[in-house]
Every structure is written in structure tokens, then in C-alpha cells.
């Protein structure tokens, strides 16, 4: 069993910044690419952020691309967004998922192609 846990969600200033941590469980998680989801109320999921098992390679959806950064120190099973400029259309629940593709080079924003997903921490930008 895979867990995934996100944190460092709060409330932020527009224009703030905010660093989110996902920490997974398995000794395996530094062969899986990891995403970031999130979800505003009546709104779908959507993709933000995605990188490589390697973390050479990284892809970001346009609302976020020059503003969000996303990293990984597999080390410490650890994948990080780090949100900055940050606007009340930010506001959302930010999930962590795992790629189910081992060892695959390039990052996804298909939904289909992650397995596993956190339970989600809230982000709420303020104007």
C-alpha cells in the first residue's frame, strides 16, 4: 500500500507564497513520477504540476507556469510545490498523486495515469 500525505496548506495573502509537501510511504517512490491535482468547490479536478521519477523532467499546467515550482529529494520521499504570486483563483484543495507508470521519462496531466492520492490540504488566497 502506497499513502501519500500533503501538507502546508493555510491561508496566504494575494501575492504570498506557499510551500506544499507531499510525503509518501514505500521504498519504491523514487521510481514513480508524482502530480498535483486540485479542486475549487463546484469546479473539476485539475492538473497543475507533474514531475519525473529522475525529477528532470517537469511539466505545468499555463495558469501556474512561471509561478509554481515543482521539485523532489527522493531521499526523503518527499515531492514539493512551491507556490508563489499566488491569487484568489489559487484557491483550491491541492492533491498529491502517484504516477502509475514506473521509471517513465515524462511527466502526465492525464488523471488516468495516477493510482494513488492524498487526502488533500486546503489552500485559500485572499484578495
Known amino acids: 500500500q502506497v499513502q501519500l500525505v500533503e501538507s502546508g496548506g493555510g491561508l496566504v495573502q494575494a501575492g504570498g507564497s506557499l510551500r506544499l509537501s507531499c510525503a509518501a510511504s514505500?521504498?519504491?517512490?523514487?521510481?514513480?513520477?508524482v502530480g498535483w491535482y486540485r479542486q475549487a468547490p463546484g469546479k473539476e479536478r485539475e492538473f497543475v504540476a507533474a514531475i519525473s521519477w529522475s525529477g528532470i523532467r517537469t511539466y505545468y499546467a499555463d495558469s501556474v507556469k512561471g509561478r509554481f515550482t515543482i521539485s523532489r529529494d527522493n531521499a526523503k520521499n518527499q515531492v514539493d510545490l512551491q507556490m508563489n504570486s499566488l491569487k484568489p483563483e489559487d484557491t483550491a484543495v491541492y492533491y498529491c498523486a502517484r504516477d502509475r507508470r514506473r521509471y517513465y521519462s515524462e511527466p502526465s496531466q492525464r488523471r488516468d495515469n495516477y493510482d494513488y492520492w492524498g487526502q488533500g490540504t486546503q489552500v485559500t488566497v485572499s484578495s
Open positions: 514505500g521504498r519504491t517512490f523514487s521510481t514513480y513520477g
